[in-house]
């Protein structure tokens, strides 16, 4: 029964390039979650989607973020023109109904290096 | 929005000893409580939560306590052992899916 998958583990990226992380949610969950952990610091809610759907994306950045969870295929977040500061780990979550009191299951995280 | 305070930043405890971690929240619609355990480089890792009909949840050397009345929560640990060092996180949910993390409490037992 795998876990929550993303990919890359690690990525590098020069200052102005573009980064994509990827989400797998567990199986059976269809709502997926992002969250950024800037170093030495709590996890920061960026997004909440559906399939299909963005239901919740008050944490995101308004220039240069975009996410989204297709009909077939993983969660994406997608950075744009990245910079310095975009460097921090990004986890994704992902939980099977859209109710209150569930747990959320944390996938390990994407580090993400803007040199 | 919500605001979670968690506190202390660091502690540090003899292996036996307890450990205890306190969050306080600001909306008092949060309903859903729960503590992350995160090693280093690692994901994090759903220790503990509790809901906000229930005052008390304990599992074997880990318990946390609600007071809705006065916004907080707090985590205990007990008989600590070196394995327990890690970063701790509460979180909150209300209304709306997200949780909101407090900063984190970094727990160091010594042997």
């Known amino acids: 029964n795998a876990g929550v998958m993303q990919n890359p583990r690690h990525l590098v990226r020069r200052r102005g390039q573009e980064a994509r992380l990827r989400c797998s949610p567990m199986?059976?969950?269809?709502?997926v979650y992002w969250y950024r952990q800037l170093p030495e610091e709590g996890l920061k809610f960026m997004v909440y989607?559906?399939?299909?759907?963005?239901?919740?994306e008050s944490g995101m950045p308004k220039e240069r973020f975009s996410a989204e969870f297709p009909k077939e295929g993983p969660s994406i977040l997608r950075i744009q023109q990245v910079v310095r500061g975009d460097s921090a780990a990004y986890f994704c979550?992902?939980?099977?109904?859209?109710?209150?009191?569930?747990?959320?299951?944390f996938g390990p995280g994407t580090r993400l290096t803007v040199l | 929005g919500e605001n979670v305070e968690q506190h202390p930043s660091t502690l540090s405890v003899q292996e036996g000893d307890s450990a205890v971690i306190k969050c306080t929240y600001s909306?008092?619609?949060?309903?859903?409580f729960p503590w992350y355990k995160q090693e280093l480089g690692k994901r994090p890792q759903l220790i503990i939560d509790i809901r906000s009909n229930v005052g008390e949840k304990k599992d074997q050397r880990i318990a946390v306590t609600l007071n809705k009345t006065a916004k907080h929560f707090s985590l205990h640990i007990t008989e600590t052992q070196p394995e327990d060092s890690a970063v701790y996180f509460c979180a909150v949910q209300g209304g709306s899916e997200k949780l909101v993390f407090g900063k984190g409490t970094k727990l160091t037992v010594n042997p």
């Open positions: 979550a992902s939980s099977p109904l859209r109710r209150s009191y569930t747990e959320q299951f």
């Open positions: 199986k059976g969950h269809s709502h």
């Open positions: 909306d008092s619609a949060s309903n859903y």
């Open positions: 989607l559906q399939k299909e759907n963005i239901i919740d």
